[in-house]
């Protein structure tokens, strides 16, 4: 599954350099391993046009690992 995402400039740019390989989200899609995230630089205002293409390599969504409920800790891999 393919899932469109917000991104913020400063964090966008680590995905990119490869020094971000995690993303922490609310799991409201049922975000997956294997699922592909198109990552969209977003300033607050306006889409840049950048995007990125990730996919979801690990996952950790378990309240006894610190999680809050409903949110999950993604490891992601770059694709593009």
């Given at each position: 599954m393919e899932h469109e995402l917000k991104i913020y400039?400063?964090?966008?740019?680590?995905?990119?350099?490869?020094?971000?390989?995690?993303?922490?989200?609310?799991?409201?899609?049922?975000?997956?391993?294997?699922?592909?995230?198109?990552?969209?630089?977003?300033?607050?205002i306006r889409y840049s046009g950048k995007l990125c293409?990730?996919?979801?390599?690990?996952?950790?969504?378990?309240?006894?690992?610190?999680?809050?409920?409903?949110?999950?800790?993604?490891?992601?891999?770059?694709?593009?």
């Amino acid at each position: 599954m393919e899932h469109e995402l917000k991104i913020y400039p400063k964090y966008f740019e680590d995905v990119i350099s490869g020094k971000k390989t995690f993303e922490v989200r609310k799991n409201d899609r049922k975000f997956n391993i294997g699922d592909i995230l198109i990552l969209k630089e977003w300033d607050n205002i306006r889409y840049s046009g950048k995007l990125c293409n990730v996919i979801i390599t690990y996952m950790i969504d378990d309240k006894f690992a610190g999680i809050m409920p409903g949110y999950a800790v993604l490891g992601i891999k770059l694709l593009n």
